[in-house]
């Protein structure tokens, strides 16, 4: 599926926070959104996912409008990992990640063996299966993180937006992620904060800064010092990681 944001802006009491963004992630594309704290990245994902109505604008996933469907028709379709995932309720990591089946059941239909089925092999690609049965807010962030993940795959979507899929995360398991996310080659929203893991996954960025987009393309084009130093008031350098290839950034001194 496609993603297409077009002029979408959001306020909270007269403020505005987002302003006027519009943003295209093609099928199968791997695209970021990143920016400083505050910028509005969150806000941008919660009023795509229907958390924030928006002021003005317009969301479609390829032909589904996304502001006029229902939350279930979207979820049929949308996967999304949000930024905080405490729960008043104690469930099992089973019964958390079973919750992704939701969307694909009649109102009164039970869990089917191939429901099962989904709910162990989610459980196997985050290296859960032996959490199956602990209660979920027994357990630490980054393996919260995992199953709210599990939960995304289970519910098997067409598209997948991320907020910090990474938090709480160590360097293994932010690794893990973004390779599971990457292999599911489907379309991928992702705000992300580590502008070297960004450059290395995303096939394309967003940058946005105080509500609006300041800058895309792709990686190695756009995190220029130049960029990185407007946008992030971080003195840098730029070179090419001798190891990977890859773009790597030396962080010098704040502005
Ligand atoms: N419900 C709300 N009411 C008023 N202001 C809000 C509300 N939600 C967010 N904001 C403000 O909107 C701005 C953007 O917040 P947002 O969470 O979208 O930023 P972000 O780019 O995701 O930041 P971070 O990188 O810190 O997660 C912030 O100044 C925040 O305080």
Do not use: W
């Not at 104690?90 to 099962?116: I, N």
């Not at 992702?190 to 393309?217: F, P, T």
């Amino acid at each position: 599926m496609e993603l297409n944001v077009e002029h979408l802006s959001v306020s909270f009491s007269n403020i505005d926070i987002v302003k006027d963004v519009s943003v295209q992630v093609k099928k199968k594309q791997f695209v970021g959104l990143i920016g400083p704290n505050g910028c509005g990245k969150s806000t941008l994902l919660k009023s795509i996912y229907k958390v924030i109505k928006p002021r003005q604008g317009d969301v479609f996933l390829s032909e589904l409008d996304v502001i006029k469907s229902s939350p279930k028709k979207v979820a049929q379709k949308l996967g999304v990992v949000g930024q905080f995932n405490e729960l008043s309720f104690d469930f099992t990591v089973r019964e958390m990640v079973m919750m992704g089946r939701t969307p694909h059941k009649g109102l009164l239909e039970t869990d089917s063996q191939a429901d099962y089925s989904i709910v162990d092999a989610a459980l196997g690609k985050v290296n859960l299966e032996a959490y199956a049965a602990r209660s979920y807010n027994s357990l630490s962030g980054g393996e919260k993180q995992r199953v709210i993940l599990a939960r995304v795959l289970a519910q098997q979507p067409e598209f997948m937006i991320l907020d910090e899929p990474t938090n709480h995360l160590d360097i293994k398991y932010q690794l893990q992620i973004l390779n599971i996310v990457k292999k599911l080659d489907i379309g991928i929203l992702a705000a992300l904060h580590d502008l070297a893991l960004a450059a290395e996954y995303c096939d394309y960025l967003y940058i946005m800064n105080k509500g609006r987009v300041v800058a895309s393309g792709k990686p190695e084009e756009i995190l220029t010092k130049q960029l990185i130093g407007e946008v992030f008031d971080v003195e840098c350098e730029t070179y090419r990681n001798p190891v990977t290839g890859g773009l790597g950034i030396a962080y010098l001194q704040t502005r």
